[in-house]
């Protein structure tokens, strides 16, 4: 998943960046592992925290958020090897270099999107 664009240092840094954290759960995910290591149904119940409406996240679409980012070198998937089977996500470097980025656009949402909140209550936590 990771493109050489980026890498490589061609083409635009910001189209790049986006394309690494699209996708409706990654910045979230990336925010619940700030405070450590978390296996999958930690992050699963997180993600679930005051959301409104069905509350449900399809187990494919946090497995694909998940790889996507560990293909990126975000996150760390340990695989324990033992059944039933226990995974642990945690930051790597790269992603503990990231929260301080999460960090600024929480507060700017704190900032800006006061009356908005409602509609993105992990902002707040």
């Known amino acids: 998943m990771p493109d050489k664009i980026g890498k ?3 083409g635009c840094p910001v189209a790049a960046f986006q394309k690494m954290i ?3 759960y990654k910045l979230r ?3 619940d592992l700030k405070d450590g290591p978390r296996r ?3 992050i699963r119940s ?6 409104d409406g069905s509350a449900e996240i399809a187990p494919r679409v946090l497995s694909r958020e998940l790889k996507a980012l560990t293909a990126f070198e975000l996150i760390e998937r340990k695989d324990f090897g033992v059944v039933p089977p226990k995974v642990e996500y945690k930051l790597t470097r ?6 301080p980025v999460i960090a600024s656009i929480r507060d700017w949402g704190s ?3 006061s009356g908005q909140i409602n509609a993105a209550p992990w902002l707040a936590a």
């Open 8 to 10: 490589r240092g061609h």
């Open 22 to 24: 699209s996708g409706k």
């Open 29 to 31: 995910i990336m925010w």
């Open 40 to 42: 999958y149904g930690e």
């Open 46 to 51: 997180g993600l679930l925290q005051g959301l």
């Open 94 to 99: 790269k992603g503990q270099s990231f929260i």
């Open 111 to 113: 900032r800006h999107l």
